[in-house]
C-alpha cells in the first residue's frame, strides 16, 4: 500500500537538543497524526492536525499540517532521555466510513544522556 | 485518550496451527476496528478493517480466508491466523477510533507478538 515519506529515518542526538522530522505525501490528508512507537508495544497517539495550516502542541511538542495538505512536520524541543523510540506519521482521507490510516516508515530517535 | 486492549500479548505456536488474537475497546465503542501487521523495523501496514455485525474488508494482498476477522460486537474483535507458518511471525496490532470529534483519532493496541516454529 501507500507510504508517505517520511525523514529522517533516524536521528542521534545530546539530551537537550532540539529535533525536527516531517512527511511529505504525493496526494491530499484530511488528517495528519504522529504517533511514537517503544519496543514491542504499540504506537500511542502524539499529536492530531484536523485543518490545513494548524499549529498543535502537546507539552514540547509541536506539530503543524502544512498548507498545502500534502506534509506535516514534528518538533520536540528540549530533548530527554525517555524520548526515545520511532516516531510515526500518519495521514487519513475522512469521509463515509473510510478512516484509514497511511502510515510513514517512521523516525528513529536516539537521545544520548 | 481511550484504552484497546489486545490478548494474548505474545504466543509462540506450531507450524499449521491456528491462532486467535482479541483486541478489545475498554472504555469506548467501536464499530470499525483496524488490523495491521508490523515486522522489525518496519512501519505498520494494514491489513483490514474490521466491521461491527458485517464483513471485514480486506486490503490487497491480505488473504482473507487465512486472516478471519470477526467483530461480534461493538468492543470486541478478533483475528484468527488460520495454518500460521513462520513467515506469518510478525507484530499483529489493532486500532479503534473513539468516535464524535475524535474520530479521526485511532488508538492502539498494545500488539501481540506472534511467533510460529
Known amino acids: 500500500g501507500q507510504q508517505l515519506n517520511q525523514s529522517p529515518q533516524s536521528m542521534f542526538i545530546q539530551e537537550g537538543e532540539d529535533v525536527s522530522m516531517n512527511c511529505t505525501s504525493s496526494s491530499i490528508f484530511n488528517t495528519w497524526l504522529w504517533y511514537k512507537q517503544d519496543p514491542g508495544e504499540g504506537p500511542v497517539l502524539l499529536i492530531a492536525l484536523y485543518k490545513a495550516g494548524e499549529l498543535t502542541s502537546n507539552g514540547r511538542l509541536t506539530a503543524q499540517f502544512g498548507i498545502t495538505r500534502k506534509d506535516s512536520f514534528l518538533n520536540i524541543s528540549a530533548s530527554i532521555p525517555s524520548d526515545v523510540g520511532i516516531y510515526f506519521c500518519?495521514?487519513?482521507?475522512?469521509?463515509?466510513?473510510?478512516?484509514?490510516?497511511?502510515f510513514g516508515k517512521g523516525t528513529l530517535l536516539t537521545v544520548n544522556p | 485518550g481511550a484504552v484497546v486492549s489486545q490478548h494474548p500479548s505474545w504466543v509462540i505456536c506450531k507450524s499449521g496451527t491456528s491462532v486467535k488474537i482479541e483486541c478489545r475497546s475498554l472504555?469506548?465503542?467501536?464499530?470499525?476496528m483496524f488490523w495491521y501487521r508490523q515486522f522489525p523495523k518496519q512501519s505498520l501496514m494494514l491489513m483490514a478493517t474490521?466491521?461491527?455485525?458485517?464483513?471485514?474488508?480486506?486490503e490487497q494482498g491480505v488473504e482473507k480466508d487465512k486472516f478471519l476477522i470477526n467483530h461480534a460486537s461493538l468492543t470486541l474483535s478478533t483475528l484468527t491466523v488460520t495454518s500460521a507458518h513462520p513467515e506469518d511471525s510478525s507484530f499483529y496490532i489493532c486500532s479503534a477510533p473513539k468516535g464524535g470529534r475524535d474520530w479521526n483519532e485511532q488508538f492502539f493496541g498494545p500488539g501481540t507478538r506472534l511467533t510460529v516454529l
Open positions: 474490521s466491521n461491527e455485525g458485517s464483513k471485514a474488508t480486506y
Open positions: 472504555d469506548f465503542q467501536a464499530t470499525t
Open positions: 500518519a495521514g487519513q482521507r475522512s469521509g463515509g466510513s473510510n478512516y484509514k490510516l497511511t
